[in-house]
Nanobody, 119 residues
Framework: VQLQASGGGLVQAGGSLRLSCVGS????????TAWFRQAPGKERELVAA????????QYADSVKGRFTVYRETTGGPVYLQMNNLKPEDTAVYYC?????????????WGQGTQVTVSS
C-alpha cells in the first residue's frame, strides 16, 4: 500500500491542526495505522496508533489528552487531530501502516508532512 500524508503547516502555540493519511488500496481498511514524528536531532518517535478491527488506540505520553487518532469511515483516511499544540510538537510527521494488529514494526510509510508550532 502507498500512503499519502498531508495537513501539516505553521501554527501558533495553542492552535490545532489535523493531519490526514490516505492509503492507495481498498484493503487499507484492514491496516493498523500509526503516526510518527521526527524533530531535528532527535530520534523518530511513535505519536499515536490506531489498530484495525477494534480500533484500539495508543498514544505517546507527551500527546495524551491533546491528540486524537481516528478514522471516520471504514477504509477512509486516518486522521491525527492535534489540539493545544506546543513548540515541542514541531517535527516532520509520518504515517505508517501494517497489515498486522498491534505491530512491532510498520513496513509501509508515507512521505512526511512538516508541522511547525511557533511560541
Amino acid at each position: 500500500v502507498q500512503l499519502q500524508a498531508s495537513g501539516g503547516g505553521l501554527v501558533q502555540a495553542g492552535g490545532s491542526l489535523r493531519l490526514s493519511c490516505v492509503g492507495s488500496l481498498p484493503t487499507f481498511r484492514t491496516y493498523s495505522t500509526a503516526w510518527f514524528r521526527q524533530a531535528p536531532g532527535k530520534e523518530r518517535e511513535l505519536v499515536a496508533a490506531l489498530m484495525w478491527g477494534d480500533r484500539r488506540t495508543q498514544y505517546a505520553d507527551s500527546v495524551k489528552g491533546r491528540f486524537t487518532v481516528y478514522r471516520e469511515t471504514t477504509g477512509g483516511p486516518v486522521y491525527l487531530q492535534m489540539n493545544n499544540l506546543k513548540p515541542e510538537d514541531t517535527a516532520v510527521y509520518y504515517c505508517a501502516a501494517s497489515e498486522i494488529y498491534s505491530p512491532k514494526n510498520y513496513p509501509y510509510w508515507g512521505q512526511g508532512t512538516q508541522v511547525t508550532v511557533s511560541s
